[in-house]
């Protein structure tokens, strides 16, 4: 066979090879977004969810309390908070919080982040100080 010929076989091959690679890729790829899982949504799946659950679920009145300026409207609906015993979720990095019949849990879940200030769900733990259950660091 001929030197150049081989080459350009070889050549051939890899280039058939990366981009198998990349159409391998693609497709799981379009697979997790048609699936609404990508890989870092699966990742943070348990955030999201805990930040869903019921510890974040309360009455107005129990949301309002303690903070500087009461929230009077649900930045989804844009209606005003008031009804005795009406649940709001809140948001824990932020403290912002919405009527829980405006759905935001499906907001939370698909952009984790809040809808009024886009911070994200849980407050963000400072760079080099230890975090809870990390053991600590040994003496120089």
């Known amino acids: 066979m001929d030197p150049d010929v081989a080459i350009h076989l070889e050549i051939a091959a890899v280039v058939a ?9 693609s497709r799981e790829g ?3 977004v048609a699936a609404g899982t990508t890989g870092r949504a699966a ?3 348990t955030d999201v969810e805990s930040a869903l659950g019921d510890v974040t679920l309360m009455t107005y009145e ?17 209606s005003e908070y008031g009804e005795d015993g009406e649940l709001v979720r809140v948001v824990p990095a932020c403290g912002h919080f919405f009527h829980a019949r405006c759905d935001v849990d499906r907001w939370l879940r698909k952009r984790r982040t809040c809808p009024l200030c886009r911070g994200g769900l849980w407050p963000q ?4 100080l230890p975090q809870p259950g990390c053991p600590p660091m040994p003496p120089h």
Request: charged fraction near 15%; glycine fraction near 6%.
């Open 17 to 25: 090879v990366a981009l198998l690679i990349v159409a391998v890729a």
């Open 125 to 128: 733990p400072l760079p080099g």
């Open 62 to 78: 129990q949301a309002a309390t303690g903070i500087v300026k009461e929230e009077e409207r649900c930045a989804m609906c844009l």
């Open 30 to 32: 379009a697979a997790d």
């Open 43 to 45: 990742v943070h799946a």
